[in-house]
């Protein structure tokens, strides 16, 4: 996996930079001109009537509900794979495995299963409810099924998988959000075959609230090796501020898979994106077929949530939705990548 060299360290924001307002390049007829990779950009939509996903298809444009009902999003599009959030036969979130052409197959706990995220080998990591509002995180795979691991630390909630091993037979590294008594940080948890843990960290300390981690790998399935470097986003409240901005900055993986207590996860210190004067949340990070990194998420700029687009080189900001409701939580699905 090579190195990712950021334009950021010269375009993402300065201190004095951070308080502005950025303007809108564009719509999403713009966004599509420059966006060169057909995808499904899966987002959810809040409505009266309930909460569902929706799709921007590129390159035409179209926006259409998609049936699936529910919340978090994530998917193998080389597998033809969407994993997802939804209600259950009893009307409980439950986990969905949606595959080209088949029945949606679920599974998990008795209680709540949200925020599912799949590794290209199949593995689930998730969150899963043991007690009303209690929660810690979960594996699936088709060898070992679910499993739920306490890690002793609070909630463990929004994982996102580094990597996998396949079949389930460990290592496995995820990063996920903590929270306890209101604080709110980034951690990673290494676990190694047979669900031992070997390491659970904070990633670094964040001054405030640090929320739904997100990484862009560009090599997914491929094995991390020493050195290798990832982008990383999140969502983040300073302390005594109570509007979300986005952060974006790169993590780093150093040891070597056959010594899963040896694995460390660094990151440098985040670069602060303020879009406008509401909240943003929720950020998608995905590198196109052109090597443009971009960053979509819900902002509040106008009144109600709609997805946007950022573009990480040139630091230019589409609108891809201006639709009734709440439009949140965005997912790129694109097909071979």
């Known amino acids: 996996m090579k190195k990712i060299a950021f334009a950021l360290a010269i375009l993402l924001l300065t201190a ?3 308080a502005t307002r950025y303007s809108v390049a564009g719509g999403l007829e713009e966004f599509l001109a420059k966006f060169p990779d057909p995808a499904e950009i899966y987002f959810q939509t809040k409505t009266p009537e309930g909460v569902g996903f929706y ?9 259409a509900p998609t049936g699936v009902f529910g919340r978090g999003m994530d998917g193998v599009a080389s597998a033809g794979l969407l994993v997802h959030e939804g209600p259950g036969a009893d009307g409980v979130e439950d986990i969905f495995f949606e595959k080209n052409g088949e029945e949606p197959v679920s599974f998990g706990g008795p209680m709540r ?4 995220s799949v590794s290209p080998g199949g593995t689930v990591a998730f969150t899963t409810e043991t007690a009303p509002n209690c929660f810690d995180l979960a594996l699936w795979d088709s060898s070992h099924g679910m499993r739920t691991l306490d890690l002793g630390i609070g909630d463990e909630t929004e994982p996102v998988i580094l990597y996998a091993a396949p079949a389930g037979d460990g290592p496995v590294i995820v990063l996920f959000q903590w929270s306890s008594g209101g604080e709110f940080q980034l951690y990673y948890a290494v676990i190694g075959p ?27 399935g491929r094995a991390p090796a020493d050195g290798d470097t990832l982008p990383l986003a999140f969502h983040g409240l300073p302390d005594e501020d109570d509007q979300r901005d986005l952060y974006i900055g790169e993590l780093t993986f150093h ?10 996860l660094t990151a440098d210190e985040p670069e602060q994106i303020t879009i406008c004067l509401a909240d943003d949340k929720y950020p998608e990070l995905y590198r196109d077929t052109a090597g443009t ?27 891809l939705t201006d639709m009734s409701g709440t439009q949140t939580a965005p997912y790129v699905y694109a097909p071979g990548r």
């Open 293 to 319: 990194l971009w960053c979509f998420f819900a902002s509040f700029r106008d009144g109600d949530y709609d997805i946007y687009a950022l573009d990480l080189g040139a630091m230019e900001l589409y609108q």
């Open 16 to 18: 004095a930079g951070a």
């Open 255 to 264: 040891g070597d898979l056959s010594d899963p207590a040896g694995i460390t």
């Open 113 to 116: 299963d949200l925020q599912p």
């Open 55 to 63: 799709t921007i298809t590129t390159p035409s444009g179209e926006i």
């Open 194 to 220: 047979d669900d031992e843990i070997f390491k659970v960290r904070r990633l670094f300390v964040f001054a405030g609230r640090a929320l739904s981690p997100d990484l862009y790998d560009p090599a997914p």
